[in-house]
C-alpha cells in the first residue's frame, strides 16, 4: 500500500525557517513527480511546488525565491525548505505522489505568527 507520511511543521515567527520532509512507502518512488500543496481555511487547496522525477521543479508565484522543493530518491523522500515565512503561508501543507490517481499525505500545520 502506498504511504506518504509528512512531518515538519510547526509555529515560526515571520521571517522564519521550517523544512518539511515527506517519506513515502509502498511504491518505487524515484519514478514519479511529486508536488507540495497546501490549503488555508476558507480557501482552495493550491500547488505550492513540483518536482519531476528527474528533478526539475516549479513554483507558485507567491512562493518563488523563498521555498525550495528537493528530492532524494535513495530515501524515498521529498523536502520543502521554507524561508522568509509569511503570516501567508500559514495552511495545512500536504505532499502529492502524480500517481494516478494522486496519492496524498495526511498532511502537516504550518502557522507562522509573532
Known amino acids: 500500500q502506498v504511504q506518504l507520511v509528512e512531518s515538519g511543521g510547526g509555529l515560526v515567527q515571520p521571517g522564519g525557517s521550517l523544512r518539511l520532509s515527506c517519506a513515502a512507502s509502498g511504491i518505487q518512488f524515484s519514478t514519479f513527480g511529486m508536488g507540495w500543496y497546501r490549503q488555508a481555511p476558507g480557501k482552495q487547496r493550491e500547488l505550492v511546488a513540483s518536482i519531476t522525477d528527474r528533478g526539475s521543479t516549479n513554483y507558485a508565484n507567491s512562493v518563488k525565491g523563498r521555498f525550495t522543493i528537493s528530492r532524494d530518491n535513495a530515501k524515498n523522500a521529498a523536502y520543502l525548505q521554507m524561508n522568509s515565512l509569511k503570516p501567508e503561508d500559514t495552511a495545512f501543507y500536504y505532499c502529492?505522489?502524480?500517481?494516478?490517481?494522486?496519492?496524498w499525505g495526511q498532511g502537516t500545520q504550518v502557522t507562522v505568527s509573532s
Open positions: 502529492a505522489l502524480f500517481t494516478n490517481p494522486i496519492t
